[in-house]
């Protein structure tokens, strides 16, 4: 199943400010949702999961109905969790 990718502002946002190969890297892990990767549910989250690309996390939300993702946040391990 094909899904359609949409990313939030701050998401997006946090991307374009990356070097270039940084860039590469999240897009390719991103693209690949949601099948490969290390994909794990949120605890006390029931739609949220986060995906780890090296010392970044994606949190993203998957809606099985309508085929889309939505990327809601990229951030450091550390800093990413606070603004959910």
């Known amino acids: ?28 892990a991103i693209y690949k949702l949601p099948v490969m990767g290390d994909i794990k549910q949120l605890k006390n989250q029931e739609n949220k999961f986060r995906l780890r690309v090296g010392d970044y996390r994606i949190i993203f939300t998957i809606q099985s109905v309508s085929s889309v993702i939505l990327v809601l946040v990229i951030g450091n391990r550390g800093d990413v969790y606070k603004r959910i």
Not at 5 to 10: D, M, P, W
Not at 12 to 20: D, R, S, T, V
């Open 1 to 28: 199943m094909n899904y359609k990718i949409y990313f939030t502002k701050s998401a997006q946002k946090f991307i374009e400010k990356q070097p270039k190969d940084i860039q590469l890297r999240l897009y390719k």
